[in-house]
């Protein structure tokens, strides 16, 4: 019989290879906060497996399952069975917006990013003191949650390059649109062109992202190979940073939160670490890190469209902070940094940043 | 006083991005009115800064979240933060539930009370200002 539906298409033999272990609901930040079967890995390869049998059709009673995963790969790291669950999830996803059932949220995403060149739908970007498309080595890619939420951070960024003697410029940057594809939509590719144009227009070699997210865009998406094909380097800023001789130091206890999108999902682990290790000698590794981080909550577009969980599970991350004394939680990803910050609470007196942000201010006051 | 669907107490005074303000002895609460909370959706996040903030008149001095929504708090008057609701920090959704009353949100010392009287109110006023607002946010 035709498989009705193209993530039965693409990935049966997947769903079929779940052997149903639960080994996923250990790892699963969804199921960690929420305490709901349905809602990890196993509960919807279990689902699919139904829709796929003839039991169940896709509809608008599955979206709180299909579309409340942040597509972390933690239960696909630690699968015994290797099911790629945020590859069938994010299909799935195509195939139920294909059928018009979508969670709200991420429907008016698509829409806000046909209108407007942010997920936020916000017209006025921070202009951060700074000229934008100048010509220059480097183009600097802040992304949508750095340049409207995180401003603070994106500025001591900024502070930091300056410092470091780097030459870059902004751009009139516009939402890379990876997230589309993620929530059940694609890449957007006006968007895509206006990005493309204004880096080639600063005659830029290397575009360094601050988004963790924009990173895994610009360098896997075919959507952006042309930036590859002209021999563009893409890094990311821990990756970018490592190169720097820093020369200052803190005594302050510091521990690393492992954002998904750099860690599980593009293997940098060690970077954003050998950075940390030269500016504290007391660098103390989370509960759950490296392959093992525990998920901030906010991927996969469950932030903006199930913002309470979303926050639940970040809490849930600074347990971890909590068990080893950090002083400072340091990230480099404004995702992970945002919904970690707002969900601290105020008893907890660790402090959250992106490494750019403390060594940025480590340099302030060594002045 | 009930204007088009929203609860805006006329004998509150309101500060124009949506934040009523009233008298608590030498204190002043404020929060966030119907009009915002209906329009924010649910609230997810305040931030609740240190007691003892200096507050300025006009400037941002907190910002509060819904799930794709970021909303500034300004200063309605010139004093000094004293006391947060720390119940929102775990349960920022009583803003939804009862703005006016158990989501309420700080509470200031101000360093004059007659700067009250350049905030919104009176049943005229407000009723001006809000239709004017939901005008534009339906645009």
């Not at chain 1, 924009?214 to 021999?231: M, S, V």
């Not at chain 2, 006009?58 to 500034?72: H, Q, V």
């Not at chain 2, 309420?104 to 101000?110: H, T």
Request: charged share 30%; glycine share 8%.
């Amino acid at each position: 019989m035709e498989a009705k539906y193209d993530f039965a298409r693409k990935y049966r033999e997947q769903i079929l290879q779940c052997s149903r272990c639960g080994f996923c609901q250990a790892h699963c930040p969804v199921y960690g906060s929420t305490l709901r079967p349905s809602l990890n890995a196993r509960g919807k390869m279990l689902l699919l497996k139904e829709v796929m049998d003839g039991k169940l059709e896709l509809s608008d009673e599955l979206i709180e399952t299909l579309f409340q995963c942040t597509t972390c790969a933690s239960c696909f790291e630690n699968c015994p069975s290797g099911v790629e669950v945020p590859e069938i999830i994010k299909q799935v996803r195509k195939d139920m917006v294909d059928i018009g059932s979508c969670h709200p949220a991420f429907k008016g995403m698509n829409e806000v990013l046909q209108k407007h060149d942010n997920i936020y739908a916000e017209d006025e970007p921070e202009d951060f003191e700074r000229e934008r498309n100048k010509q220059a080595e480097n183009v600097y890619f802040i992304g949508c949650v750095g340049s409207y939420r995180e401003d603070e951070a994106t500025l001591a960024t900024l502070d930091l390059l300056d410092r470091l003697e780097v030459d870059y410029t902004l751009i009139d940057e516009v939402c890379c649109s990876g997230v589309l594809e993620d929530v059940g939509y694609q890449i957007n590719g006006d968007l895509v062109r206006k990005n493309l144009d204004n880096i080639y227009a600063t005659g830029a070699q290397r575009v360094i992202t601050g988004c963790p997210y924009c990173f895994r865009t610009f360098k896997n998406k075919p959507q952006y190979a042309e930036l590859r094909e002209k021999g563009i380097e893409i890094v990311h800023m821990s990756q970018f940073l490592t190169d720097f001789d820093l020369g200052v130091k803190t005594d302050k206890r510091v521990a690393y939160h492992d954002p998904c999108d750099l860690g599980r999902h593009c293997g940098i682990y060690e970077e954003p670490r050998d950075t940390i290790r030269k500016i504290a000698d007391d660098f103390v590794e989370l509960p759950h890190h490296h392959a093992d981080a525990l998920c901030c909550g906010a991927g996969g577009g469950v932030r903006g469209a199930f913002a309470k969980n979303s926050i639940a599970m970040a809490r849930r991350r600074l347990e971890d902070a909590e068990e080893v004394g950090a002083e400072v939680v340091l990230t480099e990803c404004n995702s992970c940094a945002h919904n970690l910050g707002n969900a601290k609470l105020r008893k907890q007196k660790f402090k959250i940043q992106n490494i750019t942000e403390f060594v940025n201010e480590l340099m302030e006051e060594a002045e | 006083m009930e204007i088009q669907g929203y609860n805006m107490p006329d004998d509150l005074y309101y500060e124009e991005n949506h934040f009523w303000v009233k008298e608590e002895g030498d204190l002043l609460v404020m929060g966030m009115d119907d009009f915002a909370q209906k329009t924010a959706g649910e609230i997810v996040y305040v931030q609740l800064p240190d007691e003892g903030k200096k507050l300025k008149v006009t400037k941002k001095f907190a910002s509060l979240e819904s799930g794709k929504w970021l909303g500034k708090v300004f200063a309605p008057v010139n004093g000094e933060l004293v006391e947060v609701n720390e119940e929102l920090e775990t349960s920022p959704e009583l803003i939804n539930q009862d703005c006016y009353g158990k989501g309420w949100m700080y509470k200031i010392d101000p360093s004059d009370k007659s700067e009250l009287g350049d905030l919104i109110q009176g049943q005229e006023a407000v009723e001006k200002w809000v239709l004017a607002d939901i005008e534009k946010y339906a645009e």
